[in-house]
């Protein structure tokens, strides 16, 4: 099966410039999320959908950062100004199982696409 | 709040054995997962613990203890390959996962 495709792998940007990130899950995958990692950190979730509704956003820096799902399938993120500490790596990843039906839900990654603010 | 914690770095001899351990205190628990991060790529799965006890899959294993929030990641015969950032993650009760900041494991020949 293929896997979960992002664009673009490497994006450079000047500070207060606006980038947009794409995914698209492996389909038939009803959940979809996008982390940002840090170098030397962990993932960090910033959204999480469920077909196209939005299960958790607590994270998102909604000033700046925004993300939709339109027809429950591929997924933008945008970031809108950036600042210096947006440089990172975006993930985008999906799962087959929907939230809170069970435990065992893999994700699978995408290979991401690093943003660096200038 | 809930945590994940982890070894910030390891070293280990290619040939040789590394356990590498991680301790959480979260919200409920609905499993424990291990992904490998290779540098610059995505995290794959490795394993995946919601009992008690060892898992094992081939070089690689996993172990839980829920009571003492404990998990380990055991890798055998390592080979230089095996070279990546382990990240151990929690599923706590809203099964939402937590991530820890990843073990960076450095294979030496």
């Known amino acids: 099966e293929a896997g979960v495709a992002q664009s673009p792998r490497y994006k450079i940007i000047e500070k207060r410039q606006s980038v947009a990130f794409w995914c698209n899950p492996i389909?038939?995958?009803?959940?979809l999320y996008w982390y940002q990692q840090i170098l030397g950190q962990g993932p960090k979730l910033l959204i999480q959908f469920q077909n196209n509704g939005v299960v958790d956003d607590s994270q998102l820096p909604k000033d700046r950062f925004s993300a939709e799902r339109l027809k429950g399938v591929d997924s933008t993120l945008k970031i809108q100004p950036a600042k210096l500490e947006d440089s990172a790596v975006y993930l985008c990843?999906?799962?087959?199982?929907?939230?809170?039906?069970?435990?065992?839900?893999?994700?699978?990654f995408g290979a991401g696409s690093r943003l660096t603010v200038l | 709040g809930q945590n994940i914690d982890q070894p910030t770095e390891m070293t280990a001899t290619e040939g040789a054995i590394v356990q590498i351990n991680c301790t959480y205190q979260?919200?409920?628990?609905?499993?424990l997962f291990w992904y490998q991060q290779h540098a610059g790529e995505a995290p794959t799965f490795l394993s995946y613990n919601v009992l008690d006890g060892l898992e094992e899959k081939g070089r690689f294993s996993s172990f839980l203890s829920r009571s003492k929030g404990y998990s380990y990641l055991l890798l055998k015969e390592l080979q230089m390959k095996d070279s990546a950032s382990y990240l151990c993650?929690?599923?706590?009760?809203?099964?939402?996962?937590?991530w820890g900041a990843g073990t960076k494991l450095i294979i030496k020949p």
């Open positions: 990843a999906s799962s087959l199982a929907l939230t809170g039906s069970s435990g065992a839900n893999v994700l699978t």
């Open positions: 979260t919200s409920g628990f609905n499993g």
């Open positions: 993650a929690v599923m706590d009760s809203n099964y939402q996962l937590i």
């Open positions: 389909s038939g995958h009803a959940t």
